[in-house]
C-alpha cells in the first residue's frame, strides 16, 4: 500500500471524526507537527488484512480543548483521567475510521489504544504515511503503517 | 415513562458521550448501567432488566459481537433491543451484527442527533 | 399577525400569540430558532460569526453578531420569558457556501461547528436542520403554534408544523 492510496483516508477520516463528534474543523494541513515534549500519543496495534499500526500525536492544549468539547464541560473542571480517555477514545476513531475506509478481505481488529512516551512515541520509519493537521489549538499528527497485504487491493473511496 | 439502559463500550469517554445523548433526547432514565466489555454486560444482566442495549464491538474480552451472540441464545435476554455503535462502517459487517440480532446500527463518527433517532425508533418516542 | 424582524447579527424573543419571528438572507451565517411549546415561548438569533475572540469589542457592543456570545444570550432571553431549556425544542438553518465555491474560508461551515459545540455544552440538541448548500435561506417562527417554516431556493416548506395542545404526548422530531 502507498501513501497515495492511504493518505485520502487519513486525511479525510481525520475531518470526519474532528467535525462530527468533536465539533472542529481540521484548517488545513501543517507542516511541522508540535514539538514531542508537548504532546500526547496514542498508539493502537490492529490485525486484519494487512495488519498494522496506528499513531496519533495531538499538542497537549489541543487534547484538553477537544477533551471539555467532547464531553460538553468547562476544561477547567476536568480530571487527567478524563482528558486521557478522550484523548485515546478520539485516536480508536480516527483509526478505525481510516480502516473502514480500507478494501480487506477481512475485517479489520482494533487493539484497545494506549498512551505511550518517550522512545515508543512518534518517529518517522519508512514505510508509515503520515498526515498533520492544525486544530487551532495546535496540531494533531496521524501515522499508520500497514504490514504487507496477502490480498491486493484499493481504499474503498478516496474522499 | 422510565427507562433502564445499559451501555457496554471499553472507553468511559464514549460511556458517558452515550449517556449524555440518552438524556439529552428527553428519555427519563431510571437506571443506567455502564459495561466495559461484553462479560461485564452479561454479568450486569444476570441480575438487573434494562430496556435497551447500547453496545460497541471493538472490546478486550468478550467483544460486542459475541455479546450479541449470548445475547440471542438466552430466552431471558434475547427480546431486549441492542443498538450497536462501531466505527466498522463495512456492509459486511453491519448486515453480520443485524442478522446477529442487533436492532439498530450508529457508525462512529455520529452526530448526536443519529443516536437519538435510532433510540426513538427502538423504544418509541419519548413522553414528555 | 405581528411580524417581527430579526436583522443580521441580531435576536428577538417572542411569547405572544400571533408573533412571527422572521429572518431573511441566511447565507454563510446561521438562524437559531429555538421553542418552547408548553410556555409557547420562542426565539431567534442570527449570528454571522463563529468566535467573539477576533473582536471582543465588537462582542461587547452586540454579541448577537458571534455565536459564543449570542447562542447563550438567546437561551438566556427565551428562559427569562418562561422557557424551560429542557423542553426547548431547537432549529437551524444557514451556513452556506455562497461565495466560496471551494469553500477555503468556510465560515458557513465554521458557524454551524460553532453552533453544535455551543448547543451541546448547553445541553440541547438540534431537533432539525437546513444548513450547508449554496442557497440563501428565509425562516419564519410563529409563536403561539410554534410552526417553523423555511424558505430556500424560491421554495417554502414547513419544517415544523403546530405543536399538539397540551396534554398530548408526542412532540415533532427529524434531522
Known sequence: MTDITILPALSSAVSEVLERMFFLEALGEAVEPAPEAETVTIQIAFEGDPAGSFQMRVARKAADAIAADFLGEDPETLTCQQRTDVTLELGNMICGSVLSRMESSASFRLGSPRAVEGEEAMRSQPGDTRYTVETGSGTLTVSIRMEERTCPSTPRFAS | MAYRVLITDDSPAMRAFVRRVIELSGFELSACFEAGDGAEALAVLKSEWVDAILTDINMPGVDGEELLRRLAADEMLRGIPAIVISTDATANRIARLLALGARGYVTKPFHPETLRAELERTLGVPCD | ?175
Open chain 3, 1 to 175: 399577525m405581528e411580524q417581527i424582524i430579526v436583522g443580521m447579527a441580531d435576536c428577538k424573543v417572542g411569547c405572544v400569540a400571533g408573533q412571527v419571528l422572521a429572518t431573511y438572507a441566511l447565507g454563510s451565517c446561521i438562524g437559531l430558532s429555538v421553542y418552547d411549546p408548553q410556555a409557547a415561548v420562542g426565539g431567534l438569533l442570527h449570528y454571522m460569526l463563529p468566535d467573539s475572540g477576533i473582536d471582543p469589542a465588537r462582542s461587547k457592543e452586540n454579541p448577537y453578531m458571534f455565536a459564543d456570545t449570542g447562542i447563550p444570550k438567546l437561551l438566556d432571553q427565551v428562559c427569562g420569558q418562561g422557557a424551560s431549556r429542557r423542553r426547548l425544542v431547537a432549529h437551524a438553518a444557514g451556513g452556506a457556501s455562497l461565495m466560496d465555491p471551494k469553500a477555503i474560508f468556510d465560515i458557513g461551515k465554521r458557524n454551524y461547528l460553532a453552533l453544535r459545540k455551543i448547543l451541546w455544552k448547553a445541553g440541547i440538541l438540534l431537533a432539525g436542520e437546513s444548513v450547508g448548500g449554496g442557497n440563501s435561506r428565509t425562516v419564519r417562527l410563529e409563536i403561539g403554534s410554534g410552526r417553523l417554516w423555511l424558505q430556500e431556493g424560491g421554495g417554502q416548506k414547513e419544517l415544523v408544523p403546530s405543536f399538539p395542545k397540551k396534554g398530548a404526548n408526542k412532540w415533532p422530531t427529524g434531522c
